[in-house]
């Protein structure tokens, strides 16, 4: 059985009531998404993509991690993401992912910075991530979106995301 690429941390942490970290929030920049559509004229000759621009990268020289979800894999441990890419650290502190064989649908996206290259997402020792995180969707200015209509977006046309990442 694989693991999901968050794991059981996660659940516990989603699940020990994360509500003593509202306060850290205010100062925590913020989730953000940017969804720009193409011109009507553009659309028709231009093959459906996601351009993801992931930014504010952590201090660490370990690889950005991100997982499109479906509703079916969202916060599953046992359920295999749609799709995972591994991505190097830059210099600028952003990267940026081209995915061009998408195909139409409700996705969410996770993504953090393994600034340690230990292939997981380490937590401090009352739960909260100790490496940035980040999710799509224009309702994830929580700490973590409790369901996967909070992180999704529908996917049916070229598009272009920013996701920022905190923590």
Known sequence: ???CLFGWG???FLLSGAAAMAEDQASAPAVAEEVMEAAPETVSDTPLALDLLIAH????EGPV?????TEGSWFVDDAEPFRTFTLPRTQ???VALHVDDLPPGDYAIRVFHDEDGDNKLNRRFYGPPKEPYGFSGEKTDRMMPKSFDYAKFHFDKPMKMTITLRG
Do not use: F, N, P
């Open 92 to 94: 600028e502190g952003e």
């Open 57 to 60: 990268l952590g201090e660490g």
């Open 10 to 12: 996660l659940i516990a």
């Open 65 to 69: 991690r991100v997982s499109i979800e």
């Open 1 to 3: 059985m694989k693991k």
